[in-house]
Nanobody, 114 residues
C-alpha cells in the first residue's frame, strides 16, 4: 500500500497550490479519502474529506471557501486545491485513505510566507 503526496512548496500569502495524492496497493474507489495537516507544535487535524463516489465532501471551518477536495477514481488520485492561502495554513499535509483500515502518506510540506 502506498499513498504518495506531491505538490507542496513555498507560496506567498494569497497564493494557490494543488496537492495530489497517488494511491496504490488497495481498491482506491472503495475508500473515503481525506487530507489532514499538522503544524509545528500542534496536533494533526482534519482538513477535508471526500466519500468514495466523490459526491460528499466536508471541510474544516478554517478552510471552507478556500480549499476544494476532489478525486479521480480512474487515476487512483485525490486532490486538494488550496486558494487564498494564509500563513496559518503552513503545515505538513497528509493524505489518508480509510475503509476498514486506515492508510497514511508520508506528507508534503506547505509553507505560506512572504
Amino acid at each position: 500500500v502506498q499513498l504518495v503526496e506531491s505538490g507542496g512548496g513555498l507560496v506567498q500569502p494569497g497564493g494557490s497550490l494543488r496537492l495530489s495524492c497517488a494511491a496504490s496497493g488497495f481498491t482506491f474507489s472503495l475508500y473515503t479519502m481525506s487530507w489532514y495537516r499538522q503544524a509545528p507544535g500542534k496536533e494533526r487535524e482534519l482538513v477535508s474529506g471526500i466519500n468514495r463516489y466523490g459526491v460528499r465532501t466536508n471541510y474544516a471551518e478554517s478552510v471552507k471557501g478556500r480549499f476544494t477536495i476532489s478525486r479521480d477514481n480512474a487515476k487512483n488520485t485525490v486532490y486538494l486545491q488550496m486558494d487564498s492561502l494564509k500563513p496559518e495554513d503552513t503545515a505538513v499535509y497528509y493524505c489518508n485513505g480509510r475503509l476498514l483500515q486506515s492508510y497514511w502518506g508520508q506528507g508534503t510540506q506547505v509553507t505560506v510566507s512572504s
